[in-house]
């Protein structure tokens, strides 16, 4: 069974600063992973798509790392902004016959003006 | 291209009932799956369809079911509803084919409140 783990829990930072935040999965026979952001009480907003043959994907201020051996990935977040204040999700896509997606339990991330 | 829609939004209900939740995909995505969020929980897979057919199903009592329509669209039935089925419930649909398996993209989501 596929477990995420998305350490830290909250992560709080002056704007400007850049932001690291982490995942690790258990099982690397992935076929994609997807980093998600989270509004209070609404849905998930998809940031980031790595499929399992790549190594990274960047859009704007933000970029994706994945090292499949090691079983972790990092989204990092240039010169955050406030507006960056929010719930980031990792979700790893697994298994052999399923396809259905194991979400970590999210950072959440507070930039202060 | 128009987003995952769900409807209704908000809905409040009292134990016992039953409900029932619509999910529109995004044009051409046949494939259609459901989450729960609560913050003990946090997202739990609930079940996946795909051209009409489940292809896979999380570990929740049958009280929970599904189905999905020939046009993609899906509904999710809860019955006898308990307390503890108070969560956000999020649709998210994705596109599946041709050896492709891609990103799948949230609708925003029906608050269901149990009372």
């Known amino acids: 069974k596929q477990e995420v783990t998305q350490i830290p829990a909250a992560l709080s930072v002056p704007e400007g600063e850049n932001l690291v935040l982490n995942c690790s999965f258990t099982?690397?026979?992935?076929?994609?992973l997807q980093w998600f952001r989270q509004d209070p009480g609404k849905g998930l907003t998809s940031l980031l798509l790595i499929q399992s043959s790549q190594r990274e994907q960047t859009s704007g201020r933000l970029n994706a790392s994945l090292d499949k051996s090691s079983g972790r990935s990092t989204l990092y977040i240039a010169a955050s902004q406030p507006g960056d204040s929010a719930t980031y999700l990792c979700a790893v896509k697994s298994g052999s016959n399923d396809y259905k997606l194991s979400f970590g339990a999210g950072t959440t991330v507070t930039v202060r003006a | 291209k128009a987003g995952v829609t769900q409807t209704p939004r908000y809905l409040i209900k009292t134990r016992g009932q039953q409900v029932t939740l619509s999910c529109s995909p995004i044009?051409?995505?046949?494939?259609v799956s459901w989450y729960q969020q609560t913050p003990g929980q946090g997202l739990q897979f609930l079940f996946e369809y795909f051209s009409e057919t489940q292809r896979n199903k999380g570990n929740f009592p049958g009280r929970f079911s599904g189905r999905q329509f020939s046009n993609s669209r899906s509904e999710m039935n809860v019955s006898t509803l308990e307390l503890g089925d108070s969560a956000l419930y999020l649709c998210a649909s994705s596109f599946q084919g041709f050896g492709l398996t891609l990103g799948q993209y949230f609708g925003p989501g029906t608050r269901l409140t149990v009372l």
């Open positions: 044009s051409g995505h046949r494939s």
């Open positions: 099982d690397s026979a992935i076929y994609n």
